[in-house]
């Protein structure tokens, strides 16, 4: 730790045997993973300091272990930390990110593993479900080319929506004050797999949830953990699953109690953002043109539009071509085709475009801290126009209504 002694810093020598307190070198590999140095916590993970450089090997063995990845600090954490008695990281833990907003990590629900145990044997798991590692879509990537789908494929993509909606209409029902996010990771598991389907973010590069879910300032890739929703936070749910061989993605964002004016105009704009971009879906059209639709939409409401992440092909693959930028003046290639299949879901803030990760490597959160909103469905491109394949199937078209976002 280090203490304030007239404005100059006076750092004790990491090395537990070496009284020195004048330690002026930092570990290289702190500095490079960019551990900011908290001040006051006995515990604090930011940079060791060393007087010299025989402290510093001398210590190594032990000090490296700070440099393992967030994920494997989490994990030990957890099991040092049973859930059911401790929820919150340790703010010694907040020395690892550089937070944008008010959320912090706490601790997660149960691991992928867990999850994949107990998995019925009945149940088709994409190449991922094991190794983490999505072999078949890392191979598509070298083709560039965008599948047309037959009649057969597109009804099987079809059913995994349908089921799909259902599942999100589940977690949606479950999102309320108090409900922790792992509780509707767990609502989200439970609800796919008995409709005979995989959820497919679970174990998806390593992924440890079967949703995603993203809240406040997240922008997309939250990560389900025991934080318990509050009255005022908006809370993005993505549900994607697998089932007989094709995956289904989609998502909405929900207000958690009651909502302030600006979090009502964001959540809206992202709607209308998503209704402009459907809108365009037609063959013929350039997927580079659906970002200028959306922008448009955004900019008039006082929003901007994300550029890190945008939608996708989907089908038999869970990610493959085309992309489908959500901002104007974007270098996506290719024009829609009757049978093309692909996702539309613009992530839309309150501030700046633009994002950073946490170092989980997954949740995406705004720079300046500010609220993102996100909707979700999957169109296919049909000969006149297109259909949406996650829809409700009582709700044929997209309709903004206030009384059902607030789930009157």
């Not at 020598?13 to 590999?29: E, N």
């Not at 209308?272 to 008039?300: F, H, M, N, Q």
Request: charged share 25%; aromatic share 8%.
């Amino acid at each position: 730790m280090a203490a304030i002694d007239n404005g100059r810093h006076i750092r004790r020598c990491t090395t537990p045997a070496c009284p020195s307190t004048g330690a002026t070198m930092a570990c290289p590999s702190c500095v490079k993973l960019k551990q900011r140095e908290p001040l006051g916590f006995e515990d604090s993970p930011g940079v060791d300091f060393y007087c010299t450089q025989e402290c510093f090997k001398s210590h190594w063995a032990e000090h490296k272990k700070k440099h393992r990845p967030w994920g494997a600090l989490i994990d030990e954490w957890e099991k040092a930390h049973p859930v059911a008695l401790e929820k919150r990281m340790p703010e010694a833990f907040n020395g690892y990110g550089d937070w944008t907003g008010s959320l912090r990590p706490f601790a997660r629900g149960p691991a992928a593993r867990a999850r994949l145990e107990s998995l019925p044997s009945s149940i088709a798991r994409p190449d991922y479900w094991k190794t983490g590692q999505p072999v078949s879509e890392q191979q598509e990537k070298r083709t560039h080319g965008i599948k047309v789908y037959s009649e057969r494929e597109i009804g099987l993509i079809r059913e995994a929506c349908r089921v799909g909606r259902e599942v999100l209409d589940e977690c949606g029902r479950a999102a309320r004050v108090g409900v922790t996010t792992a509780e509707i990771d767990r609502v989200c598991y439970e609800a796919t797999v008995e409709r005979g389907a995989y959820p497919s973010p679970l174990n998806y590069y390593n992924f440890p949830c079967s949703v995603c879910t993203s809240v406040n300032e997240v922008v997309c890739h939250g990560i389900p953990d025991m934080r318990e929703l509050e009255d005022g936070d908006i809370l993005n749910i993505d549900v994607s699953v697998f089932k007989d061989g094709v995956h289904g993605d989609l998502n909405e964002t929900y207000f958690i109690g009651t909502p302030d004016i600006d979090s009502l105009r964001l959540v809206k704009t992202a709607f209308e953002c998503l209704e402009a971009g459907a809108a365009i879906i037609k063959p013929g059209t350039w997927y580079r043109d659906v970002g200028a639709a959306i922008s448009r939409v955004a900019r008039a409401n006082a929003c901007s539009v994300v550029r890190t992440y945008c939608g996708h092909g989907i089908g038999d693959l869970f990610h493959t071509a085309p992309n489908v930028p959500h901002y104007a003046k974007n270098k996506a290639t290719g024009i829609m085709k009757p049978g093309h299949v692909f996702t539309i879901e613009p992530m839309i803030n309150l501030g700046t475009y633009r994002d950073r990760t946490w170092p989980d490597q997954w949740t995406a959160v705004t720079v300046d801290g500010k609220r993102s909103a996100q909707f979700e469905h999957t169109f296919l491109v049909t000969e006149d126009g297109y259909e949406i394949l996650t829809m409700r199937q009582n709700e044929p078209t997209m309709l903004w209504d206030l009384k059902k976002q607030l789930r009157l």
